[in-house]
């Protein structure tokens, strides 16, 4: 435990206040990457570089906090080694896999966003690690099978289904080494424009509900935080851009936004 239990409360209180400032800011100013890249961010470097380096502490903190703080694969805290597993294999994926996949030779971004980005990612896995491998260590034996584990882990594995199979729709349409942006259908995108972005929401959500915990509840609101103001821009971006764009799709919710 690395400060008092009331001390790591505030912080999370002034943690969700800033992701309260952060959403309200992006829903007036774009994040300066990916098809809404633009100058005036200072110098830039290569985007693949840049998604494994602001990822990447999301992994060593966490196992860190893993192997000091529950003593690695402790069978008296099998919740916790579940919520180890959970998490990495979203991190994996995120910090390794996705840019090894993602068709982003040639492209930049602003090293202040990966800055940033890596701030709040160690600040994030800090505090649910804390949580989970110090303040809350060990879970009983009987949350394995309390509603809100199992709602949880099931909101978490569905979304993050969602995710991982609506960005490999995302990559087909660039197979053959295309780099403009197409129209994706099928699946989600039937429904809304950014299905991976509601799939990672509901991952959150579902890791809130699971470890029922500040920290959780923290960044499910900051997934909300980031990923709506994105959402409603690149929907706004399609319908600017493709004549043909279907009006009937929402942004992020099906038949509702």
Not at 1 to 25: H, K
Not at 72 to 97: C, E, K, Q
Not at 203 to 226: D, P, Y
Not at 228 to 255: C, D, G, M, Q, T
Request: with cysteine; net charge positive.
């Amino acid at each position: 435990m690395l400060i008092d239990q009331w001390q790591y409360e505030l912080t999370i209180w002034i943690w969700l206040g800033i992701a309260a400032g952060t959403f309200i800011l992006l829903m007036f100013v774009r994040a300066p990457y990916g098809r809404h890249e633009r100058p005036g961010w200072g110098p830039r470097i290569p985007a693949r570089l840049g998604w494994i380096a602001m990822e990447s502490p999301c992994i060593i903190v966490m196992t860190v906090f893993f192997g000091i703080g529950a003593s690695g694969w402790n069978l008296a805290d099998p919740t916790g080694i579940i919520f180890y597993i959970m998490w990495m294999t979203h991190y994996v994926h995120r910090s390794w896999v996705w840019p090894a996949r993602a068709h982003i030779s040639g492209k930049k971004m602003p090293i202040s966003i990966v800055l940033f980005a890596i701030g709040f990612n160690s600040i994030n896995s800090w505090l649910n690690a804390e949580w989970i491998f110090s303040l809350h260590h060990p879970y009983p034996y009987e949350w394995l099978y309390s509603p809100q584990f199992i709602i949880g882990v099931m909101l978490f594995i569905t979304g993050m289904g969602i995710n991982i199979k609506t960005d490999d729709m995302l990559f087909a349409l660039r197979e053959n080494g295309e780099v403009d942006y197409k129209i994706p259908h099928g699946h989600m995108f039937k429904w809304i424009s950014c299905p991976n972005y509601f799939g990672e929401i509901l991952e959150w959500i579902g890791w809130a509900l699971a470890t029922w915990s500040l920290a959780g509840l923290s960044f499910a609101v900051w997934a909300i935080a980031n990923l709506v103001p994105r959402a409603r821009a690149n929907h706004k971006w399609y319908l600017e851009n493709f004549a043909e764009y279907p009006r009937s799709r929402k942004a992020l919710i099906p038949k509702i936004w």
